[in-house]
């Protein structure tokens, strides 16, 4: 009996790898496919939805439930187990916090933002947001694998100058208030000359938006910024706030779990203007970057935070938004997420204290209907379409990729992020999978999508 059991454990376990292996085959193999071929309409994106050349493949049936099951069903047993296995995680341990001020400012940020309709403008946004004060830890020091040059710095958020510190104390730990980043530039080029002049060697500069979760450098050090170094490209890699080094001290919250509500609005307020800053800084004193071609690439929160920086931004770049939602209220209302967050917590502190559930002028008579409002403020929709004060032959190029059963972005908010950038050249493509099997197995494709806008 046990050996027979023991049998079928080993058959399934060796049917279910035998699955995937074809799976990972054929999605390495051909990655995008023809969304009509897999019931994903593309009305009204016809044009910038990519149509690739190879023929569907004849085990289009299977593929399409092996992406179900290695996409959907991954996705949410990953979530729920993330979630239910230690209880529901998302904001318990700090509730809505302070949302209304962190909205007040949001505000104050995006009608800064909208007044940028000229270089005129775009210098004044530039000048408000001021220069980083880099205090560089430590020297150059060259990758031992790929020889690439590496340094690690610091600047004081300009949230810091930009707003009153009683509000900003509110809204940030001290650890927060400080923005964290890696500089990464290729072999060909050495930044220890002291002599500039020499240093005329043109090198594009992507930017690394963090994901959920990421906590330092590591992961897109090894997956994107070493290995696009050998193609003569460099990196920026930036720290959320309330992560990695900007993380409260001895915190009762754990990997990607959200401590407030309030904070989800709060990553936007810190990485925009700190994304502008550093960037503006490094374009106008480094002459490696000084004709100005920049990318930024995001990946899931960090993809929904290029969509608005792009937005925000007074100056143009290219965008690589993989698996990004047109707002944040998509992710949290509609999404497998909605599932882990400590609903019961927020609707009893809406009881305790029914101010915390005005926004503006209006009440919510729940706490769930209060956080949906707040998030859609986040909505792409709400500012013009990015670069739209630039001729059309000179606007940046965007690619958006989506994964045909993510449990965590839905469908239909990825295709409203294309739907936004439709006039800034945006090329929308999906392949097979979900959420998780997107960032795991198709970093190759990530990086090849990077080279491609930034060549």
């Known amino acids: 009996m046990k050996s027979r059991l023991l049998s079928g454990v080993a058959g399934s376990l060796a049917s279910i790898c035998s699955l995937g292996t074809f799976y ?24 910038e939805t990519l149509s690739p050349a190879s023929r569907p493949s004849a085990f289009r049936p299977l593929l399409s439930c092996l992406s179900f099951v290695f996409g959907y069903c991954v996705d949410t047993g990953y979530a729920l187990a993330a979630g239910y296995g230690r209880g529901k995680l998302h904001f318990q341990t700090g509730g809505l916090g302070p949302l209304k001020l962190a909205l007040d400012v949001a505000n104050r940020m995006k009608q800064e933002s909208l007044a940028c309709v000229d270089e005129k403008s775009a210098e004044d946004m530039i000048q408000h947001i001021g220069e980083p004060d880099i205090q560089w830890k430590g020297e150059w020091t060259r990758h031992a694998e790929n020889k690439c040059w590496v340094r690690d710095g610091k600047f004081l958020s300009p949230v810091c100058r930009m707003f009153e510190a009683s509000v900003i104390d509110e809204l940030l730990n001290e650890e927060s208030k400080y923005c964290y980043f890696r500089y990464v530039l290729p072999p060909s080029c050495d930044p220890t000359m002291v002599d500039k002049t020499q240093r005329g060697e043109q090198i594009p500069l992507v930017l690394h938006l963090p994901c959920s979760g990421d906590q330092y450098y590591e992961w897109r050090s090894k997956h994107f ?57 490094l374009k106008a004193t480094m002459p490696e970057h000084r004709d100005g071609k920049v990318t930024v690439c995001g990946i899931s929160m960090g993809a929904e935070m290029a969509g608005l920086l792009a937005a925000y931004s007074p100056f143009p770049f290219n965008v690589l938004a993989v698996a990004p939602a047109h707002n944040a209220n998509s992710v949290w209302q509609d999404g497998v997420l909605a599932h882990v ?25 729940s706490a769930k209907d209060c956080v949906s409002a707040a998030l859609e403020t986040t909505s792409l929709y709400s500012f013009p379409s990015p670069f739209s004060w630039l001729p059309q032959d000179q606007r940046p190029k965007s690619i958006v990729i989506g994964a045909i059963h993510d449990a965590y972005i839905p469908l239909n908010s990825i295709q409203h992020v294309a739907n936004v950038w439709r006039n800034n050249n945006v090329s929308l493509r999906w392949i097979l999978g979900g959420h998780a099997t997107l960032v795991v197995t198709h970093k190759e494709l990530i990086r090849h999508c990077i080279i491609e806008l930034c060549k």
């Open 341 to 365: 967050v400590a609903w019961d917590k927020l609707e009893e502190e809406g009881k305790c204290d029914e101010d915390v559930l005005w926004i503006g002028t209006k009440s919510y008579g």
């Open 24 to 47: 990972l085959y054929h999605t390495k193999l051909s990655p995008y496919i023809h969304p009509g071929d897999f019931g994903i309409s593309s009305v009204g994106l016809e044009a």
């Open 225 to 281: 910024a070493y290995p696009i170094a050998n193609e003569n490209i460099g990196s920026i890699i930036l720290i959320s706030p309330f992560y990695g080094p900007r993380q409260i001290p001895n915190r009762p919250i754990r990997g990607a779990q959200v401590n407030r509500v309030s904070d989800l609005i709060t990553y936007g307020i810190c990485l925009l203007p700190e994304s502008v800053s550093l960037l503006a800084h």
